[in-house]
């Protein structure tokens, strides 16, 4: 009977044991969800501060961009209104070549008509002068 209480014994506290360890299974199992739970909210929560840091950075760089680009829109507004001006004084130029093409024109063609009167009145002279030659020789 000692040997069976012996025995009982053992089994009493292997049956302690064993609860012992599922005690203590199913507190790592309860503390291996709690990590990964944590790990979960941490992930979260860096996802989170890093889109507000994305946030953030593209809030202050916004205006910053858009002054640049604003000073880049008006250099090509005054680029263009200095091109404009060119093109304005190059039209002027351009009639201003006109006129005097028109002008030089004009004058060519009158003297190329008095070149031709005058031509006229010298053959004229010339076949007039011509009996004149003969009669003094």
Known sequence: MLR???LRNVINN???EVEK???QDAEIKKLKKEKADAKVARDEARSHREKSEQ???HTCA???LRDKKIEELIALLSEQEQ???EVESAKKDLELARTEKAES???LAETSEKLETSEAA???ADSELEPLKSDML
């Open 55 to 57: 946030r953030e950075v």
């Open 122 to 124: 010298r053959t004229t």
């Open 4 to 6: 069976r209480w012996g």
């Open 14 to 16: 292997l049956k302690a």
């Open 62 to 64: 916004a205006p910053a």
């Open 21 to 23: 360890l599922k005690k």
């Open 83 to 85: 091109r404009k001006a």
């Open 105 to 107: 024109s004009r004058r």
